[in-house]
Each structure stands twice: as structure tokens, then as C-alpha cells.
């Protein structure tokens, strides 16, 4: 039985029925409470996702990611958590990383932990995806003073207060950066934890490792 009633996992989830059945399932043997944001999918993922036993609230049009995650956080915030993940809905995080994460918090270590890809050799995105998420990194850097080595990754945990304190207003990809430059202006501790992304041959097929990466860029760019 899981035994982090006290953690939420915030999955923000557009058109991924394929696979979000067994996301909660997976993430609920670890987090009892999952709450999941559909962000006016077309298919059935909300259904799906809500017969593997998550708390499912919908946008009744797609807003984008940002938004899905504010929902996702003020639900789970009302819902009365003390600690809080951000989750991806496609199968690429592990939830071993996010209870990694959640211990950090715990310890006392930092009020957010930031997920990074880079800082072992386990995740190896190919040639473009890692050019443009190492673009994105410099800018980020650059523009929010807080210096990580991964500026996109979706896996972030974050204490009660940390999460009270943000409040994300990009919808789109661009809410990455938005959330660390929050995090840096509100003088919240942070830290970076080493986690495995799991490129899979899912996402893979729906062409997300370009797709997401050239996004982010243009996002960047134009916000």
C-alpha cells in the first residue's frame, strides 16, 4: 500500500488515453492521492485516468500545460497537501525519481527540487532535443538568475509553501521558465536532483522529443 498520503502527484493530461491508465496505476503504488488535470482532451483520458483511481478535473477546452498545472496545483493545495509533484502524463518520468524528490523536501533540504536530466548519463535525448534543451538552459539561466543544468524538465516536487508561492500565468511551455524565475524571486532553497527520463517508444511516436524541444525555443523566444 502507498504510504505518502501527505504527497500529491499533479499530472496535467491532454489526448494521452493510450497510456495514462497505467501512469496512475503505476504512480498510485507509491502516491495514494494523484490529482489529474485534463486539459480538454478529445479522447478518453479522463475516464481513463479516473478508473486508475485519480481525482480528475477537466478544462472543458485546452488551455495548454501551464494552465493545466495551476489548476492541478491549486486543486491539490485545497485538497490539502504538504508536498507536491509535478508528473508528466506520457510514461516518461519514474516514480521512483519523485519520491526521491519528496524525501529531499522532507529532510528539509530545500523547498523545491528540480528534476534534472543532465546530471548523470542515464537520459540520453538525441542530437536535436539536446542542442535545443541546452539553448534553453543558457536562456533561462541568463534571464532568471537561477542557474540549473535542465530548465525544462516536468518532474519538480515542491513543499506546501513553495507552491503557495507561485502563481503561473504562461500557459504554454513557456511556464518552465516562469516557474524558476518565481522560485529565484521569491528566495526560495532550491536543489537539483538526478532523475531518468524514459524516452519511450510512445512518445517517440508521437514525435514529442522534437516537437516539445522546437517548442520550447519558440515559446522562449516570443513569451
Known amino acids: 500500500m502507498p504510504d505518502n ?5 499533479v499530472i496535467p493530461l491532454f489526448n494521452e488515453g493510450a497510456v495514462i491508465g497505467d501512469v496512475v496505476a503505476a504512480a498510485r503504488r507509491v502516491f495514494s492521492r494523484v490529482v489529474v488535470v485534463d486539459d480538454g482532451s ?3 483520458s479522463a475516464a481513463r485516468a479516473r478508473s486508475a483511481g485519480a481525482f480528475v478535473v477537466q478544462h472543458p477546452v485546452n488551455l495548454g500545460q501551464g494552465a493545466a498545472l495551476q489548476t492541478g ?11 507536491l509533484v509535478t508528473f508528466d502524463a506520457d510514461g516518461q518520468h519514474r516514480v521512483e525519481d ?3 524528490m519528496v524525501e529531499r523536501l522532507r529532510a528539509g533540504e530545500a523547498d523545491v527540487v528540480f528534476g534534472s536530466r543532465f546530471l548523470d548519463a542515464r537520459t540520453r535525448p538525441g542530437l536535436l532535443k539536446r542542442l535545443v534543451l541546452r539553448l534553453a538552459v543558457a536562456y533561462s539561466n541568463l ?24 502563481r503561473i500565468r504562461q500557459n504554454r511551455m513557456a511556464h518552465a521558465s516562469e516557474i524558476i524565475e518565481q522560485v529565484g524571486a521569491s528566495g526560495l532553497r532550491w536543489v537539483e536532483h538526478p532523475v531518468h527520463i524514459l524516452y519511450t517508444e510512445y512518445s517517440k511516436a508521437k514525435g514529442q522529443s522534437v516537437l516539445n524541444a522546437v517548442n520550447i525555443l519558440t515559446e522562449l523566444i516570443y513569451k
Do not use: C, F, M, W
Open 73 to 83: 496545483i491549486e486543486v491539490a493545495l485545497t485538497l490539502g497537501a504538504r508536498y
Open 98 to 100: 519523485a519520491l526521491a
Open 42 to 44: 478529445s479522447d478518453d
Open 143 to 166: 534571464s532568471t538568475g537561477v542557474r540549473l543544468t535542465d530548465t525544462h524538465n516536468g518532474l519538480r516536487a515542491l513543499t506546501r509553501e513553495a507552491a503557495q508561492a507561485l
Open 5 to 9: 498520503p501527505d504527497a500529491y502527484l
